[in-house]
C-alpha cells in the first residue's frame, strides 16, 4: 500500500501538467496541483471520521482490501485518461491511507513487544520505500524522453502498476481468507 500510497503523488503532477496542456494551461499545473493538494488533505480528514464506522459495517480485512483496491483504481484512471476531469480523481489520494493505515497500526502494535515496536515499523517502512524505488527505478528506465513525462509514458507505466496492483489484491484477498486478522476476542 505505500507504493500505490504514492504513485498518485509522483505521477500526480505530470499527470495534471499533461491535462491542462489539452488545453493550453500547463503553466497552471503547479497552482492546480497546491489545490488538489489542500483539497485532498481535506477530504482524508473527512475519510478518517467515517473510517470506524466502516471498519464495523465491513470488518477489518474487507476495509483494507476495499482501501488498497481504491488505490489501484486511483493508479488505473491517471492510467487510461488524461482527460481533466480525472484530476479530481486525484482528490482521493490519501482517502485509502485515512481508511487503512490507523487499523494497520492498531492491529501491530499489540504483537510487538514495546522495545521493538519502532524497530520493526522503521524497517517496514523501509523495506517499503526500498520496493517503491526499485519500481521507479525500473519504470524511469522504460520512460522514452528525459524530463518531461509524455503522456504515452505515463498510461503505460501507470498501467503496469494498475496491473501489478490487481494481482497484488487478489493475492492479498486469497490471503485475508486463510489468516486471521482480527485478535481474538
Known amino acids: 500500500m505505500y507504493g500505490f500510497s504514492h504513485l498518485p503523488f509522483v505521477f500526480g503532477q505530470p499527470f495534471i501538467r499533461t491535462s491542462l496542456d489539452q488545453l493550453g494551461l500547463a503553466a497552471e499545473a503547479p497552482l492546480v496541483s497546491g489545490v488538489v493538494t489542500c483539497l485532498m488533505m481535506l477530504l482524508s480528514v473527512v475519510a478518517s471520521l467515517v473510517a470506524p464506522r466502516l471498519r464495523l459495517l465491513l470488518g477489518l480485512p474487507v476495509l483494507l482490501l476495499c482501501a488498497f483496491g481504491l488505490q489501484i483504481a486511483l493508479v488505473a484512471a491517471l492510467a487510461v485518461s488524461t482527460s481533466v476531469l480525472v484530476i479530481g480523481v486525484l482528490l482521493l489520494r490519501i482517502v485509502p491511507d485515512s481508511l487503512a493505515y490507523p487499523f494497520i497500526i492498531a492491529r501491530i502494535q499489540p504483537l510487538l513487544a514495546s522495545n521493538t515496536r519502532a524497530t520493526y515499523l522503521s524497517l517496514k517502512s523501509l523495506a517499503g520505500k526500498l520496493v ?18 509524455p503522456a504515452a509514458d505515463l498510461h503505460r507505466i501507470l498501467g503496469v502498476y494498475a496491473v501489478g496492483g490487481v494481482l497484488c489484491l487478489a493475492g492479498l484477498a486469497i490471503w485475508a481468507r486463510r489468516v486471521r486478522i482480527s485478535p481474538p476476542a
Open 132 to 149: 517503491f524505488a526499485a519500481t521507479l527505478l525500473l519504470a524511469a528506465t522504460t520512460a522514452q524522453n528525459v524530463g518531461l513525462l
